[in-house]
T-cell receptor
């Protein structure tokens, strides 16, 4: 089954404790992206990647890192999480190199709470 | 910055009626638009897309209309069903950039 998976689905952590949210897709997509979703603000792009070893900042990259060592994986790293990073995070992938495709797939989401 | 928005945060329609969800965008350079549906507890799901060289595109029970003159995008859902209840987002894309999403409209279906 074609899908985007994220882990963990739920995470409660404390300020400053490094964490990684994994994202994996099995569709051989080139483009992958991370978003955060907050009430009243909609979905905002954090980082995106058009291909292996190519990553770019989105609209709200501060406090986040990503890597794209393999085509299928695009982990989101919070080196020192803070409470304002409490949010719902979505990973997405598509076959287009800039997200332009009718094959847009989103993961199920990771709900992160930073205390 | 936010260049895509929606006119109404909530839209309530009777089951069986047609729904029209609107979206305004401000960046005239945007040339690709997508509508997503997000059900409670799930990630956004692609519904339909349209490129700027078109003004209308139809899918199954859905139609997207694009008016570039007034920078307006709409999603029409025919014969609305209970399963259509969700938050609907429009998103715009400029070549080589990522997607910019609107804040979403919550579609509520009344029996």
């Amino acid at each position: 089954e074609a899908q985007v998976t994220q882990n963990p689905r739920y995470l409660i952590t404390v300020t400053g404790k490094k964490l990684t949210v994994t994202c994996s897709q099995n569709m051989n997509h080139e483009y992958m992206s991370w978003y955060r979703q907050d009430p009243g603000l909609g979905l905002r792009q954090i980082y995106y990647s058009m291909n292996v070893e190519v990553t770019d900042k989105g609209d709200v990259p501060e406090g986040y890192k990503v890597s794209r060592k393999e085509k299928r994986n695009f982990p989101l790293i919070l080196e020192s999480p803070s409470p304002n990073q409490t949010s719902l995070y979505f990973c997405a992938s598509s076959s287009g190199t800039s997200g332009r495709s009718n094959e847009q797939f989103f993961g199920p989401g990771t709900r992160l709470t930073v205390l | 910055g936010e260049s895509v928005g929606l006119h109404l945060p909530t839209l309530s329609v009777q089951e069986g009626d047609n729904s029209i969800i609107n979206c305004a965008y401000s960046n005239s350079a945007s040339d690709y638009f997508i509508w997503y549906k997000q059900e409670s507890g799930k990630g956004p799901q692609f519904i339909i897309d349209i490129r700027s060289n078109m003004d209308k595109r139809q899918g199954q029970r859905v139609t997207v209309l694009l008016n570039k003159t007034v920078k307006h995008l709409s999603l029409q859902i025919a014969a609305t069903q209970p399963g259509d209840s969700a938050v609907y987002f429009c998103a715009e894309n400029i070549e080589a950039d990522g997607l910019t999403f609107g804040k979403g409209t919550h579609l509520i279906i009344q029996p």
